[in-house]
Every structure is written in C-alpha cells, then in structure tokens.
C-alpha cells in the first residue's frame, strides 16, 4: 500500500509540475503602454509633467481640463 500511495503522489506531483511548465509557456503578447504624463500631487495643486520636460500646475479639481487642453 505504500508503495502505490508514493507511486501516486509521485505522479500527481510530475503532472502538476509538467503542466505548470506547459501553461507557464503559453504567453499572450503583452503590450507596452507608451507614459504621456507623470502627475505629481502637491498639498492643493497637481504638476504635470509631458515626456518633453513642460510642466503645467493646476488645482486638483481641474486636471482633466488641464489634460484637454494640453491635447488640444
């Protein structure tokens, strides 16, 4: 009875292993998201900072107009 118990834990184990390498292979192409913006939050007033080094302060309340502005 040991003997077949520790056979079947052996086998449990290598097809979990096996399958963990297998499912752990497949990937989905991961897609890079390019950064706009770093946001920077102050006491009251938020500092946007583009990737070409312009900062625009506005209050809290009005990021998303600051955002759309700048796009515009």
């Known amino acids: ?7 079947l834990v052996t086998v449990v184990f290598a097809i979990g292993m096996f399958g963990g390498i297998i499912i752990g292979s497949i990937r989905t192409k991961s897609q ?3 950064t ?6 102050k006491h009251e ?3 946007i900072e583009d990737t070409e080094g312009n900062i625009i302060t ?3 309340n009005d990021i ?3 955002l759309l ?3 515009l």
């Open 1 to 7: 009875m040991e003997r077949r118990t520790a056979l």
């Open 32 to 34: 890079h998201i390019k």
């Open 36 to 41: 706009e913006y770093f946001i920077e939050l």
């Open 45 to 47: 007033t938020v500092l």
């Open 58 to 60: 506005c209050p809290f």
């Open 64 to 66: 998303s107009k600051a």
């Open 69 to 71: 502005r700048d796009n």
